[in-house]
T-cell receptor, first 113, second 114 residues
C-alpha cells in the first residue's frame, strides 16, 4: 500500500499571507495530482505533475513535484478567502494510471478575511 | 450525462440489510474508481475497473463488499449485511483511460446504517 502523508492537517491564516502545504511518501509515483474539495462536493482536479522536479503554476498556486517523484508541495501566494477548502494530493502508482489513485488525508485550509 | 452520476444521494438502512450503490460514469470513460470518504478526510481507495474488468479490489474492507461493472459502463457497489461502521460517503470517479490521470468525481452517496 502506497501512503501519502499531507501536512499540515489544518491551517488557518489571514487573507494576503503566503502558505505551503506538503505531500510526502516513501513510494515513487508516476504522477501526482492535487485536488481541491469543497463541502458537499467531490474533489476537483487542480493540476497533475509528472516529471521529477516539475513546477506548474496556476494563477497564485505553484505546484512542485520532487526530483525523486516521492513528494510534492503546493504554495499559495497572497491567499484569499476563496482558497478555503480541503486540499488533497493523490498519487498514481508505478503502473501509471493502471493503479487506483491513492489519496492523502488532506489539508484543511481556512483563509480568514 | 455531463458528469459522474451517483444514486441514491442518501441512503439510510438498517443494520443487517444489503445495499446497492450505483455509479454512472462520464460517457466514454474507460476507468472507474470507487472510494469511501470519512468526514474531513481524503478518499480511501476501494476498487477500480478498466472497462468491465476489475483491476484492483485490494481496498475493499472485507468480503461483504463487492463491485461489478458488467458492461463496462455503469457500476454497482454492493454491501451485504451492513454494519454501522459502513456508514460513510461513498464516491465514484471516472477517467478517460488507465493512463489518463484526471479523475472526475460524482457527488457521492451518503450511507447511514442505523
Amino acid at each position: 500500500t502506497q501512503l501519502l502523508e499531507q501536512s499540515p492537517q489544518f491551517l488557518s491564516i489571514q487573507e494576503g499571507e503566503n502558505l505551503t502545504v506538503y505531500c510526502n511518501s516513501s513510494s515513487v509515483f508516476s504522477s501526482l495530482q492535487w485536488y481541491r474539495q469543497e463541502p458537499g462536493e467531490g474533489p476537483v482536479l487542480l493540476v497533475t505533475v509528472v516529471t521529477g522536479g516539475e513546477v506548474k503554476k496556476l494563477k497564485r498556486l505553484t505546484f512542485q513535484f520532487g526530483d525523486a517523484r516521492k513528494d510534492s508541495s503546493l504554495h499559495i501566494t497572497a491567499a484569499q478567502p476563496g482558497d478555503t477548502g480541503l486540499y488533497l494530493c493523490a498519487g498514481a502508482g508505478s503502473g501509471g494510471g493502471a493503479d487506483g489513485l491513492t489519496f492523502g488525508k488532506g489539508t484543511h485550509l481556512i483563509i480568514q478575511p | 450525462g455531463a458528469g459522474v452520476s451517483q444514486s441514491p444521494r442518501y441512503k439510510v438502512t438498517k443494520r443487517g440489510q444489503d445495499v446497492a450503490l450505483r455509479c454512472d460514469p462520464i460517457s466514454g470513460h474507460v476507468s472507474l474508481y470507487w472510494y469511501r470518504q470519512a468526514l474531513g478526510q481524503g478518499p480511501e481507495f476501494l476498487t477500480y475497473f478498466n472497462y468491465e474488468a476489475q483491476q484492483d479490489k485490494s481496498g475493499l474492507p472485507n468480503d461483504r463488499f463487492s463491485a461489478e461493472r458488467p458492461e463496462g459502463s455503469i457500476s454497482t457497489l454492493t454491501i451485504q449485511r451492513t454494519e454501522q461502521r459502513d456508514s460513510a460517503m461513498y464516491r465514484c470517479a471516472s477517467s478517460l483511460g488507465p493512463f489518463e490521470w484526471e479523475a472526475f468525481f460524482g457527488q457521492g452517496t451518503r450511507l447511514t446504517v442505523v
